[in-house]
């Protein structure tokens, strides 16, 4: 294995060339690369075009043909985002775009064979591409086209877009399949093109809760920007279970970039890449290829974002200081494209940011917009694991004495499953559970958190056969950021049952336990029903899955109500379920009824 990720690069990328006053110009490779060598990596993999029977994968046979007709003839009257803009026609457009295609393609390939765990491709990252339009400097999707060559072999791909403009293109080519969960930081459309990439583009159908979506207002600097990055990614991909990772690392977000506002500095875009390739290793096995994106500061930003993202990969420090060789090659060249002075180290000093940079109010509404997309997004059971101190998504392997069934095992199907109505800790050490019942992919990490639940006072049923556990309800207490209102109020955080035993009345057993338990305890149960709860591996169609979640509350004694408009707003199929028992005090039904509002 080389020493850190496969660089791909090669001549081809080169020509990829809109023209000399274009905002993507090749000019960035220079410096681009001498740093990148500077650091260690060398190109291992070159470039070739993707054949088109490829790209055919995702793009419209009929718009191929236009690009090769713009790419003999560049003079053509403007069709398909092709022309006079951001995609202006030019000779041989069709063989450099094909090229960057064909360099994501082939170090996915790598990736699959096993010959290197991550691959990088700065020239890669073109997400905006459509299936039969070019748009915002993309031809063909190189990265949409990486992520379907792994679905071709059948793998679960998390794809991680860190581009200051939303990777609209990459999520509408996977919008309906639910084997592909898209994840996009960017501006906010109502400020910055492509004007998409709101909290309601949540994906299609039984893809529904697989697209994610996280606007942030200009100016909201480094902090918010990566804590966003930090209370997503891991918790996501923990209850998505991917395969490989896929991530855009545009370095336009950067302070110092001229197209866009997001005040971002190289030391955020240097630790979110590590936050990915640590995601890459705890949830996809390694597997992870990265590619480039955006970025029109050219000597003084996309160099060191190349640099610290490859670094990244290369479970590597960047040095202290930029190489003095590589400033003095390139000083001349930055002050003629009005780039002066050069910075001096990889990351930024915390000064960068300036009050003319940063917004408190586009910080506050971030962290709005973070908590919106964790209600709606993250299964309720991995975000109050968390809130709780249960699990840790971002830190060390999961234990691996946890009793659990590989995701291909199961118990033996055919006997009917006890519902036990309270769980205890020691009843859960001796069982193993079954694959597929709760919120985390890997039921190792399912199992230890539902360990941790019961210590801290949770309440669960379950449905037991022989050994295993097939199926959870599982209650909450509490609200730890507001105990005072939530004071003798439960949330149902989890309710699953294992595929082989679906359908048969068990979860409305379950949840009826549970509804009892509530009752000899006088404790109120609330639950939020959002796109989030789902069984990754195989989901329902997202109207399928609200209508058997109604169900299941109803014919388990429970109210079911529409979701505060905060959240209504985002996922229109949200519901909210509450039951209150018998000769609860006023105080408790307000507080019960209140709660919603503070999710
Ligand atoms: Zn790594």
């Known amino acids: 294995m080389p020493d850190g990720p496969l660089l791909v690069y090669g001549p081809r990328s080169l020509a ?23 650091v260690g990596a060398e190109p291992g993999l070159a470039p070739e075009p993707a054949a088109d029977a490829e790209l055919e994968w995702l793009h419209a046979a009929d718009y191929i043909a236009t690009v090769r007709r713009f790419s003999r003839d560049p003079g053509g009257k403007p069709v398909a985002g092709i022309g006079p803009g951001d995609d202006p026609a030019f000779p041989g457009m069709h063989d450099a775009a094909a090229s960057v295609a064909g360099g994501s393609i082939r170090a996915m390939e790598a990736i699959l064979r096993g010959d290197v765990e991550h691959a990088y491709h700065p020239g890669g990252g073109l997400h905006h591409a459509m299936r039969a339009r070019a748009s915002g400097f993309c031809i063909y999707n190189d990265v949409a086209l990486a992520i379907a ?7 679960r791909v998390l794809y991680v877009d860190l581009d200051v403009h939303h990777g609209d293109g990459v999520q509408a080519l996977h919008y309906d399949d639910p084997g592909v969960l898209t994840i996009s930081f960017h501006e906010s459309g109502r400020s910055l093109f492509p004007g998409s990439g709101f909290v309601d583009e949540l994906g299609e159908g039984s893809a529904a809760g697989t697209s994610i979506n996280v606007p942030l207002e200009p100016l909201c600097g480094p902090e918010p920007w990566l804590a966003a990055v930090r209370t997503i990614v891991p918790q996501l991909a923990a209850a998505f279970g991917p395969d490989i990772v896929v991530s855009q690392h545009g370095a336009d977000g950067h302070v110092w970039d001229p197209l866009a506002h997001l005040s971002l500095t190289t030391t955020a875009i240097g630790e979110a890449a590590r936050l990915v390739d640590r995601v890459a290793h705890r949830y996809a096995g390694g597997r992870w290829l990265a590619t480039g994106g955006g970025g029109y500061a050219v000597y003084r930003v996309v160099p060191r974002a190349w640099a610290l993202t490859w670094l990244a990969g290369a479970h590597r420090e960047a040095p202290a200081r930029l190489p003095s060789e590589w400033r003095a090659r390139w000083a001349g060249d930055a002050a003629r494209w009005d780039e002066t002075p050069l910075p001096a180290g990889f990351d930024d000093l915390p000064s960068l940011a300036s009050e003319r940079s940063l917004s408190p109010a586009a910080a506050v509404r971030a962290k709005e917009t973070v908590s919106l997309v964790r209600t709606v997004l993250v299964p309720a059971l991995l975000g109050v694991a968390e809130e709780r101190g249960w699990w840790r998504p971002d830190e060390g392997e999961p234990e691996t004495a946890a009793r659990a069934a590989p995701a291909a095992e199961a118990p033996p199907a055919g006997s009917d499953p006890t519902v036990v109505a309270d769980l205890t800790t020691e009843m859960v050490e001796r069982l193993a559970l079954s694959a597929r019942v709760v919120a985390p992919a890997d039921p190792r990490v399912a199992w230890e958190l539902l360990r941790a639940a019961l210590r801290d006072g949770a309440v669960a049923a379950g449905a037991v056969i022989g050994e295993w556990l097939v199926g959870i309800a599982l209650a909450a207490p509490g609200a730890p950021a507001a105990p005072a209102q939530t004071d003798g109020v439960d949330r149902l955080v989890a309710l699953g049952v294992a595929p082989a035993w679906r359908r048969s009345g068990l979860a409305t057993a379950m949840l009826r336990a549970l509804v009892d338990e509530q009752d000899r305890r006088g404790r109120a149960l609330v639950a939020l029903h959002t796109v989030a709860e789902r069984d990754v591996f195989d989901p329902l169609p997202r109207a399928v899955r609200r209508g058997v979640a109604e169900s299941l509350a109803r014919a388990s004694g429970m109210i079911v109500t529409a979701a505060p408009p905060r959240i209504a707003a985002a996922d229109t199929d949200a519901r909210i379920a509450i039951h209150i028992p018998p000769g609860a005090s006023p105080d408790l039904r307000a507080r019960a009824g209140e709660w919603p509002n503070s999710l």
């Open 16 to 38: 990829y060339d809109f023209g000399p006053n274009h905002p993507l110009s090749p000019r960035r490779f220079g410096p681009g690369i001498e740093l990148l060598r500077a």
């Open 149 to 155: 060559r792994a679905r071709r072999d059948g793998l």
